[in-house]
């Protein structure tokens, strides 16, 4: 099992920045990949940004160049940094661990953090 807790959420101004964490902890050590979704009422859910163990990451195209995913191994913790926040950035930012075990894939959940960008 893995824990994820995430923080870091809020209200900001467009333009504004806000840096995400995502804590995790339990049975670590075959983690594959971690990432940020996000959710909007009456959308799907979409892959923000992933940074596999390795360090490789990759972004939606909507934050490509305005949002960084990185993680502090040591601290157990990924990172979503968010700069020129947009309105339409709002949304259920939720963090999400992947791992494969005996060729089976699980997946991991936070329960979210809010971000609301007003214009």
């Known amino acids: 099992q893995v824990q994820l807790a995430e923080s870091g959420g809020g209200l900001v101004q467009a333009g504004g920045s806000l840096r995400l964490s995502c804590a995790y902890s339990?049975?670590?050590?075959?983690?594959?990949?971690m990432a940020w979704y996000r959710q909007t009422p009456g959308k799907q859910r979409e892959l923000v940004a992933a940074?596999?163990?390795?360090?490789?990451?990759n972004y939606a195209d909507s934050v490509k160049g305005r949002f960084t995913i990185y993680r502090d191994n040591a601290k157990n913790t990924v990172y979503l940094q968010m700069n020129s926040l947009k309105p339409e950035d709002t949304a259920l930012y939720s963090c999400n661990a992947a791992k494969v075990v005996a060729g089976v894939p699980y997946y991991y959940w936070g329960q979210g953090t809010q971000v609301t960008v007003s214009s």
């Open positions: 940074i596999t163990g390795g360090g490789s990451t």
């Open positions: 339990g049975v670590i050590f075959n983690i594959n990949a």
